[in-house]
């Protein structure tokens, strides 16, 4: 198979085209920018392209298939000289379905947890030997790629996102997969640039469970009010609804513990979150045979995927943890858990307002209260960021305003922010940095390893 990649460049594309190389296809890609770690992982699979841009001159007829990229335009050349020549044009999460036809699908969604719920699965069935295909949004220890695929894997294990599908295709990810086994973890607001109501949102999530296949499975978090009342108001009688609750547990010097039938399971993660992402991957593993003491025995040696409360640096009395987190349930679902993990530190917390939805004015109001449990509170934006996204601009006063209690102090430079980190008191505190961007570019790991050396 002869595949060509429009817009390889992209975190998820990239490894996409990995995985199908590895699996013995002919791989091609174009781009007009690649950034890191794209560029060097491209490099190092001999997949990085030799030129800048789009060259329509490439795509002939011999192609058998072509991979549309998020990042590519409705009239990119090479798009428009595929559909002259009739070529099949995938998009990304349409290829994944098309390699995983003939096997059981199971695709974790929801407005947060879910990297994390497909990452604990991915643990669990390779700790067991099981063979699985999959896709994930995060690097994960134990595991070189993001995708992989095979001929002989009976399982396909996809993070399921509702964002839009490509530049053609509006439907989101997650409605592509078709599951055989579905999860929902949570419902809450996100994506505003597509979905700009609430219920709107939501009706995804309701469309997600009707693309589950006949005789499927819905697993969802009875915890959550808006995801009982999806589920409960749909009214398919072909599937199988199993909910899921926080996993009981307790907490003790500093580690948290699953309690089941007397039994203490210590965990390498922690947060009430996580306790809710177990259950939603016991949940799943049980359906796929594996049994309760496979599953814990398994689960305890799990240590979490990259950014998702990841442990930068550490010393006797600080600790910090850089997170994904970025919509509003998000923070305050960290924050929490970091607060539990260590009640008698001090907290500072540093955010970045980074996607389309956090950036928009109206949108600041959700966040009010989330920041909670910080005893230091700092939130940066950039404003070049608003350019990129043609969005209307805000200034400190609306973020101020959106958080409210406790107010925290907003930067617009990254350097000062930094500066400000660095002057502060770090005895017996924690810092916890949230963002899905990157803070204009700072090195996170250095900036952690000097902190806990002050």
Known sequence: MRVHFIAIGGSAMHNLAIAMKLKGYHVTGSDDEIFEPSLSRLKHHDLLPNYQGWNPGIITPEIDAIVLGMHARADNPELLRAKELGIKIYSYPEYLYEQSRQKTRIVVGGSHGKTTITSMIMHVLKHLNYKFDYMVGAQLKGFDNMVSFSDDAPFAVFEGDEYLTSPIDPRPKFHVYRPNIAIISGISWDHINVFPTFNSYREQFTKFINCIEPNGTIIYCADDPEVNRVVEENKRNDIRRIPYHTHPHDIANGTWSLTFNGTHTPLKVFGKHNMQNISAAKA?????????????????????????????????????????????????????????????????????????SSLTKDFLSLYNGTLRGADFAYVFFNPHALELKKLPPIDTNDVIQGFGYPQPDVFTEANNLVDELLMHNWSNSNLLIMTSGNLAGTDFQHLADVIVKH
Do not use: W
């Open 284 to 356: 799943t593993c049980t359906a796929l045979g594996v049994t309760e003491t496979q599953f814990y025995n398994a689960i305890a040696t799990f240590e979490g995927a990259s950014k998702r409360l990841q442990l930068l640096a550490q010393s006797a009395s600080t600790s910090v943890f850089l997170d994904f987190a970025h919509s509003p349930s998000k923070l305050k679902a960290t924050i929490e858990a970091v607060k539990e993990l260590y009640p008698s530190r001090k907290l500072v917390v540093c955010f970045e307002l980074h996607t389309f």
